[in-house]
């Protein structure tokens, strides 16, 4: 796993809300636990849970959604847990799928983007004492500073927030980038203090959520998250030692 060179940590506190009741903790570089995948046994017994409720839900037309608990569970209900980051995993018109909902990819090709939103970057930064240039590399790997980006799973705007994400930020229009950024900037400052500051775990649980890296104590074993926490430290890299963020930006990620 790549790490971010030089110093990674903030200073200075303000007042805290009542969601963050936590004491600020800074964002630090520091190596994690990693451990093997979820026993075979859990995932069968999470798809036998998942026909079940397929079978009973399509008469009621309810949706169905996915989540992992603390414990690395996988769980399909048509009721997902507040305040959590459950998957849309089927829709109620008839049995299809999240992953046929037709996803928005970035599209925005204007280099102008990547300074379109400096002045709402910055006062979400400032804000929530998480760095500028961490910010920057969440969006430029989620959207690509397209705020009209939207994933299969439905998370969407600029750093890709889900709607019950969205919800629990107290977020009013996932749409808007302003309101999108500062919910996703809260977002960063929540999992910086649930994870002590550490940058790689802060990254990791922003793409896979806070039950799996509590769960596995680190980052999970997910090729797509490892992949995930490569490419934003390596742009967090890019936009802490390059002054022009164009350049910065539009250098592939290693």
């Known amino acids: 796993m790549r790490r971010a060179k030089g110093p990674s940590t903030l200073s200075g506190t303000r007042p805290r809300t009542a969601e963050e009741a936590q004491p600020v903790r800074a964002l630090t570089r520091s190596s994690s636990t990693r451990t093997g995948a979820s026993p075979a046994r859990a995932a069968l017994a999470a798809l036998v849970a998942l026909v079940g409720l397929i079978a009973g839900e399509r008469a009621g037309k309810a949706d169905i959604f996915q ?66 240039q961490l910010v920057r590399a969440i969006i430029k790997v989620e959207s690509d500073y397209d705020p009209r980006a939207v994933s299969v799973s439905g998370a969407r705007g600029l750093m890709q927030l889900m709607p019950d994400t969205a919800d629990r930020l107290q977020v009013r229009d996932i749409a808007d980038p302003r309101e999108n950024i500062f919910g996703g900037v809260r977002f960063l400052r929540i999992l910086a203090n649930d994870f002590n500051g550490d940058l790689e775990l802060t990254i990791a649980a922003y793409n896979a959520g806070e039950e799996a890296v509590m769960r596995f104590g680190g980052i999970p074993p997910y090729a797509q998250t490892r992949n995930y926490v490569a490419k934003v430290t390596a742009f967090y890299r890019r936009y802490r030692t390059i002054g022009d963020l164009v350049e910065a930006s539009l250098a592939p990620a290693p």
């Open 67 to 132: 989540y992992t608990d603390a414990d690395g569970v996988i769980h399909f209900t048509n009721s997902p847990p507040a305040g959590g980051r459950a998957k849309l995993y089927m829709r109620n018109d008839g049995g299809k799928r999240a992953s046929s909902l037709a996803a928005v990819p970035p599209q925005d090709r204007d280099v102008a983007r990547f300074t379109r939103y400096d002045d709402w970057i910055r006062q979400a930064s400032a804000l929530y004492q998480i760095p500028e």
